[in-house]
């Protein structure tokens, strides 16, 4: 049986999850979500290679691959089952890091502006609702933690001039409007 890293010990009796169809959705996209970001980053990094901003790239991915690793587990805690798209996410992840990361620099750090606004914004809305239900307060730590490195993410793009990028405002747009879309399709399957 896989360690717990967080030391969440699931405080409802096993299989209450499937009765709570928001925490279910909950926990299958942010999974799926945490995939596509560290794959986001590998594909970043497949393109920049040594490139100055690559230290950091690697630290960002390296606490996504911590957070997939919480899902994985959380996933099996609350007997959640994954997106059945886990796959499609890993791909279109590397692919968008990859491609972003072709145009330059600054194009990476923009796409990492732009995922991790919708992605702070995606975990804040969890946590205030888990909060306000007085639900699972261990998952709303956990999720609160994400939240705020997701943010730290964005933060450090941005002091890596991401914003500066050729054609910010519409790549901005075009990654959030799929982050969104993807969002609501992990939620369901």
């Known amino acids: 049986m896989p360690t717990n890293p967080l030391d969440i010990t699931k405080q409802a009796a096993p299989g209450d999850a499937k009765t ?19 794959t986001i980053y590998k594909g970043q990094l497949a393109v920049l290679g040594n490139h100055p901003d690559a230290a950091e790239i690697r630290h960002m991915m390296e606490q996504e691959e911590e957070h997939l690793e919480a899902f994985d587990h ?11 798209l886990d796959p499609v996410w890993g791909a279109a992840g590397f692919l968008l890091g990859a491609a972003t990361a072709a145009l330059g620099p600054k194009a990476a750090m923009a796409c990492t502006i732009a995922v991790e606004e919708v992605i702070g914004t995606h975990y804040d809305k969890q946590v205030r609702d888990l909060s306000a239900r007085d639900a699972e307060p261990e998952l709303v730590e956990v999720l609160a933690r994400f939240r705020d490195e997701e943010l730290e993410h964005r933060d450090i793009a ?12 519409l790549m901005q747009k075009i990654i959030s409007t799929g982050c969104k879309t993807a969002i609501k399709i992990a939620e369901k399957i």
């Open 158 to 169: 941005v002091a890596h001039d991401g914003r500066e990028a050729p054609a910010y405002g």
């Open 20 to 38: 709570d169809t928001r925490l279910a959705e909950y926990l299958r996209v942010n999974h799926a979500g945490e995939r596509a970001a560290q």
């Open 74 to 84: 959380l996933l099996n805690e609350y007997q959640v089952r994954p997106s059945v």
